[in-house]
Structure formats: C-alpha cells, structure tokens
C-alpha cells in the first residue's frame, strides 16, 4: 500500500502542477526591445515576468525571489495588477522596451549587456502579509549584447567637448557630441577633476534635459527613448536636476564623459579631451 500511495500523491501532485510555457530570445542587441511569450493554464493577474541578473552555472528552477529584482511587468503588460484577455486566455506576451508604463524597478533602460534570466512569477503573501513569490516554472537564460562595431564607433567616432573652455558663473553650459550610434538614455555628465567616477550634473543626449520625453500621467519614468547619435546639449537652470549639484555651477575646473549605459556599471563612455572652467 505504502507504493500506491506514494504513486498516486505523484499523480495528483501532476494534476496540479502548473503547465506553462516561457519563449525568451536567447540574445537580444543592446537597446532593442525584449519581448517575451508566456502560456499558463492558470494564469492569474498576480503574474509577472521578471528579469534578474544571471551567471553562467545558476540554477534555472530555483525561485529567484529573495534576488535583485531588475525589471518586472504583470501579464497584462504594465505594472498594475489589473484583468486582461492575456489573463483570461492565459496566452499573450508582454516587452520591455523603456516606453511607459515603466518596467523599470532596481535598473532603467535600457538592459546593460550581460547574461539576464527571465523568470515566470506570481505575487502573493505570507501570514504576516509580506510579499511572497512563487516560480511557476524554469526561468529562461538571456544575453544582451553590444556588437565590437559599436565599440569601434565609441573608439573611433565618438566624442564630448565644450563649445568653450570658459564660462561665466551662471553662463549656459553647451556640449557637442557624436555618440557614433544611436542610443537610448544615453548622457552627457560634469565632473569634477578629483572624481571621474561620480557625475555631479548631467543630461540626456537624445531629450537635452534630465525628465525625458516619457510623460504618461502616473507611470512617469523619466526615461528618454528619443534618440540623437550627435548634436549639442545645454546645461542651465531649465534642463537640469535629479543629481548631487544643483543649478548653478559652481567656480571651478570640470571633465565632460558622455555614458552610453544608464544603470552601472558605465564602463562604456567618452570623455572629452579636454577641461572646462567656470569662472
């Protein structure tokens, strides 16, 4: 008997079990949209599909939860939890691709080339009513990548500089660029000469300011998914915030880098070959 039973809690344990289906590209250029198919037989509108950062060797089936969640959108495609015919059907797919509503959560857009796992989640909750997640089934591996072409370009073609080597306390601040490339929510940050590594003041390429060009009331982003591979930005008392040093700058001698990445680590960027100074 003790055979039977242990037969039959597999059989029931089967009938229970959760069927579902996750199509993930397994490499996706840096910057294009990642877009991601899922089937469920009991979807739910606390589902999500989440991408983690991944290393070569980790487990697949083990429930990321406790990880750094970077990016996540509920199967209806943003992220309130809400009822949908990709609920109700428990097919559909959603992407991730910077234009609001945000799936951005420990990092923006867009993803920074690396190994990612896409994982299948449901939302819920313990006893003491904290936030609790369930794998539904084995995340899928992904890999972002930036061609050596674009590298080459940023090695080759790209540059930052200062329109002047002097400003004025107070004076507008004018940058040209040539990323090499068109990018999203690539930057062009001041420095100071004591801290290359932490910048004090910057704007977007493609939107010259620092709020984007995303501007859906109540999923604001700040994200800027306009895109410039060269032209100037400015720095003024209009464009600039969300950082250290408020407008203006003040007297002293900066660095300009322009950074192609948005979250860290920046270690694809340019810097210009020369300092400017307020005065």
């Known amino acids: 008997m003790f055979y039977v039973k242990v037969a039959l809690s597999v059989i029931l344990a089967d009938l229970l079990a959760v069927t579902a289906e996750l199509k993930v590209p397994k490499k996706r250029p840096f910057g294009k949209r990642v877009k991601v198919e899922f089937t469920v037989d009991n979807a739910t509108k606390d589902d999500y599909i989440g991408i983690y950062r991944y290393k070569k060797g980790d487990p697949l089936d083990i429930n990321p939860f406790s990880e750094s969640l970077q990016y996540y959108v509920y199967l209806c495609n943003s992220q309130d939890r809400v009822t949908c015919d990709a609920v109700e059907?428990?097919?559909?797919?959603?992407?991730?691709?910077?234009?609001?509503?945000?799936?951005?959560?420990?990092?923006?857009?867009?993803?920074?080339?690396?190994?990612?796992?896409?994982?299948?989640m449901r939302q819920g909750e313990d006893s003491n009513e904290d936030e609790t997640g369930e794998l539904i089934q084995d995340c899928k591996e992904m890999k972002v990548r930036i061609s050596e072409s674009k590298k080459?370009?940023?090695?080759?073609?790209?540059?930052?500089?200062?329109?002047?080597?002097?400003?004025?306390?107070?004076?507008?601040?004018?940058?040209?660029?040539?990323?090499?490339?068109?990018?999203p929510n690539s930057w062009v940050g001041i420095y100071t000469l004591d801290d290359l590594e932490n910048e004090i003041m910057w704007v977007y390429t493609g939107c010259n300011n620092?709020?984007?060009?995303?501007?859906?009331?109540?999923?604001?982003?700040?994200?800027?998914?306009?895109?410039?591979?060269?032209?100037?930005v400015k720095f003024d008392e209009s464009n600039t915030g969300r950082a250290p040093q408020d407008w203006p700058l003040p007297v002293g001698e900066y660095a300009l880098k322009m950074q192609y990445y948005n979250n860290p680590p920046h270690n694809l960027f340019k810097q210009a070959e020369e300092t400017f100074s307020v005065v």
């Not at 797919?93 to 990092?107: A, H, I, L, R």
């Not at 090695?155 to 990018?183: H, M, Q």
């Open 89 to 120: 059907n428990g097919s559909g797919s959603v992407s991730f691709d910077g234009v609001d509503p945000t799936e951005e959560y420990n990092d923006q857009w867009p993803l920074n080339p690396r190994k990612y796992k896409v994982c299948h």
């Open 152 to 183: 080459e370009k940023v090695k080759n073609k790209a540059f930052v500089k200062a329109v002047k080597n002097t400003y004025k306390f107070e004076e507008t601040i004018k940058a040209d660029f040539n990323l090499g490339f068109k990018s």
């Open 210 to 232: 620092v709020l984007g060009d995303q501007v859906v009331t109540g999923g604001e982003s700040n994200d800027c998914n306009e895109k410039r591979r060269k032209g100037q």
